[in-house]
């Protein structure tokens, strides 16, 4: 049983993922993931909007869902001249240091940042046409919850992207990316940011369903599945769903 100072600072003590957690890293949040993903990230960005298939709609309108500094907000933007984005997430420290970032990339006018959480969206049913969510899926308590509010909110043929690490099924290449994740990331992530917080990505990843799972998950809440991409050895996949008629 611990004593009653550990309760209390566990009390005290952010929920890993929540935005509280984020609040504390914000300001070094970009220059980690860089590092931390080898710079490799941004490519998998890319790939989450071309999967929305929305290169020739005239004027999109796209949720970017755990936004954080908005990385993902302002490259849909810049893909996607047309499109107007919403970023929500419960992180105010991350949704500042985004609102800087859209600032100097003069985008104001066609992304704009909210706080929210993914399982209570403050969008009206069938109101966008896409939705992106990066790094976000894992730190979200209620999944199912977070899913049918995703649904609600995309229009019919509107696609949802998820972007998520997951665990490396086992394999050579693959060994190399679980040493990175399980044993370099958590001790650059602290050494870098002074913080434990990047201990928590990898325990994260490892309470991470398979994708098998997840796909299942989407399934039974309320999207149909049209792709599950595994990405750089299955460090990461890309999920995409469609509301289900
Ligand atoms: C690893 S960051 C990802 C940020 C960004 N999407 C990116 O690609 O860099 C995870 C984000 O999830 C947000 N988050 C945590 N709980 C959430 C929830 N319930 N709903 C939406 N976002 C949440 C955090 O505040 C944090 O900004």
Redesign the pocket.
């Known amino acids: 049983m611990s004593d009653p100072q550990t309760q209390t600072n566990r009390a005290l003590a952010p929920r890993g993922?929540?935005?509280e957690m984020?609040d504390r890293i914000a300001g070094r949040y970009d220059l980690l993931?860089r590092i931390i993903s080898l710079g490799i990230d941004q490519g998998w960005?890319r790939r989450t909007v071309r999967s929305l298939g929305l290169a020739s709609h005239e004027s999109p309108r796209v949720l970017d869902?755990?936004?954080?500094?908005a990385?993902?907000a302002i490259m849909i933007a810049e893909m996607l001249p047309r499109a107007n984005v919403v970023g929500?997430?419960?992180?105010r420290g991350?949704l500042a240091v985004g609102d800087e970032k859209i600032a100097r990339a003069k985008l104001n006018a066609r992304v704009s940042l909210q706080f929210g959480?993914?399982?209570r969206l403050p969008l009206e049913d069938r109101s966008v046409d896409g939705i992106t969510m990066?790094?976000?899926i894992r730190?979200?308590?209620d999944r199912p919850a977070?899913l049918r509010e995703m649904a609600r909110v995309t229009r019919p043929g509107g696609k949802v992207a998820i972007l998520e690490l997951s665990d490396p099924k086992p394999g050579p290449l693959s060994a190399m990316a679980r040493f990175h994740i399980h044993t370099v990331v958590p001790w650059l992530g602290s050494i870098l940011s002074g913080s434990r917080e990047y201990r928590y990505l990898h325990e994260s990843i490892a309470a991470f369903p398979s994708a098998e799972r997840f796909a299942a998950l989407m399934g039974e809440s309320g999207l149909d599945v049209v792709e599950v991409a595994p990405l750089t050895f299955g460090v990461v996949h890309l999920y995409v769903g469609t509301p289900k008629a």
């Open positions: 993922g929540s935005g984020f993931n960005r869902l755990a936004t954080g500094t990385d993902l929500v997430d419960p992180s991350m959480e993914a399982e990066a790094f976000g730190n979200v308590a977070a």
